[in-house]
């Protein structure tokens, strides 16, 4: 497998990184219509963590390290390391040593559709991680790859400089492109959801606040006492 090594990429601009690192991931997904999350199987190996950066990307062989051996060098203040692999794969890719060193460089965190390792020492140190598994088992370094190409991982397309989300829940992916009006819409629905909130607070139902009675006669759901359910048949 032959590869490339793109160096100095264009990034989302970091004031709109800062800014998404404010919103949950699921509140970013939604504001950019539903789009955007990688699969549920990528999860963090920490809890009550969100980071987010511009990606950097690893395209590498299953079971193989090199590339990200190569990518460390790429990356950067602000950054999230981003790996997949050609053919699906679980074995511990990443681990505390390439954590210590992309902590040196200011990276933020990593994603990889793949496994990890050494997760206790990665919460200890701090270093934020999200993978597919977590696996002892280890990797050889004998095959090139990429670095820096566009990547799929569950159906969406990371571009290097793109901005990562990741929290709790998942992560997002925002098109470095898209980045500052994906602000502006998450920052609509977070207000959108703080007079919700507050309604709710107040004892407003949902089914009332979002229009929903009607809904329910349009898909003709209808109310009944127990006694007329049990009369009917149904709560025997």
């Given at each position: ?25 699921a509140t ?39 590339m ?23 074995d511990?890719?990443?681990g505390?040593?390439f ?10 965190g990593?994603?990889?559709n793949?496994?990890i ?9 701090g270093?934020?991680?999200?993978s ?23 159906g ?52 009332d ?12 759901v ?15």
């Amino acid at each position: 497998m032959s590869g490339v090594i793109v160096t100095d990429p264009p990034k989302a601009d970091p004031k709109d990184v800062e800014a998404l690192a404010g919103f949950g991931v699921a509140t970013v997904s939604e504001a950019m219509g539903r789009t955007g999350l990688l699969g549920p199987e990528i999860r963090p190996v920490q809890q009550g963590v969100r980071v987010a950066g511009t990606a950097v990307t690893v395209l590498s062989p299953p079971g193989d390290n090199l590339m990200i051996h190569a990518a460390v060098e790429q990356c950067g203040e602000g950054d999230i390391l981003v790996v997949t692999t050609t053919s699906p794969s679980t074995d511990g890719m990443f681990g505390e040593l390439f954590a210590t060193a992309l902590h040196q460089r200011g990276v933020r965190g990593i994603v990889i559709n793949a496994g990890i390792r050494d997760t206790r020492e990665l919460r200890g140190m701090g270093f934020a991680a999200w993978s597919r598994a977590v696996s002892a088992q280890g990797t050889v370094k004998a095959t090139g790859g990429s670095v820096n190409v566009p990547v799929a991982i569950d159906g969406q397309v990371i571009r290097p400089g793109d901005v990562i989300l990741a929290d709790d829940d998942g992560v997002v992916v925002v098109p470095r492109g898209r980045a500052r009006r994906t602000v502006a819409a998450s920052e609509a629905r977070e207000n959108k959801e703080a007079a919700s909130r507050a309604a709710f607070l107040d004892g407003q139902l949902g089914l009332d606040r979002y229009g929903l009675r009607e809904k329910l006669v349009e898909l003709g759901v209808t109310y009944q006492s127990y006694e007329e359910y049990a009369r009917d048949g149904a709560g025997a």
